[in-house]
């Protein structure tokens, strides 16, 4: 992290990455206010909300992080990200909050998947390949769960992130 942080944190990085999520998510909610009552497949339903979780997501995690760094002046890292999913009761909120980000990352892009794809693959209609990514997406979750929890058993936190979670 201290390494990549060379490049993505010089302001012209930081200035074209925040652009870049700042267009998804105003894309974003144009696109499911212009299809949210066109969708009828599951994976256009499916499309239009994960679309949006992800919107939402990025709004209230930029949001975190910026003001982590700015305001309360601690290191953006790996306890930052994970104090709260491991805290109780703050976990009740960030494991549904983290869990169906990346979900929805994976939901999102099996629907493109399905949208785009005309192709079998390995006997695979693009409609069973679509479901193979998304639970591939769902097991993925569990086992990132798995890292940031250190195994389901809880990550001790560094005191300086107590204020976080309220300590």
């Given amino acids: 992290m201290n390494l990549l942080r060379v490049f993505y944190r010089n302001i012209f990085i930081e200035t074209i990455l925040l652009s870049a999520v700042v267009l998804q998510i105003f894309s974003g909610v144009v696109l499911f206010k212009t299809n949210r009552k066109t969708a009828i497949l599951n994976f256009d339903k499916l499309h239009i909300w994960t679309g949006l979780y992800l919107a939402i997501f990025f709004i209230i995690h930029l949001t975190a992080v910026l003001s982590g760094r ?98």
């Fill in 70 to 167: 700015f305001f309360l002046h601690l290191d953006t890292n790996f306890y930052f990200g994970v104090a709260g999913l491991n805290s109780f009761p703050f976990n009740l909120f960030f494991v549904p909050y983290y869990g169906l980000a990346i979900t929805s990352f994976f939901g999102h892009i099996a629907c493109i998947h399905n949208k785009k794809m005309k192709k079998y693959f390995f006997g695979l209609s693009p409609s069973r390949q679509s479901k193979v990514i998304f639970l591939f997406g769902v097991c993925f979750t569990i086992l990132i769960f798995y890292g940031l929890t250190n195994h389901f058993k809880g990550v001790q936190i560094p005191v300086e992130y107590n204020t976080l979670i309220g300590k």
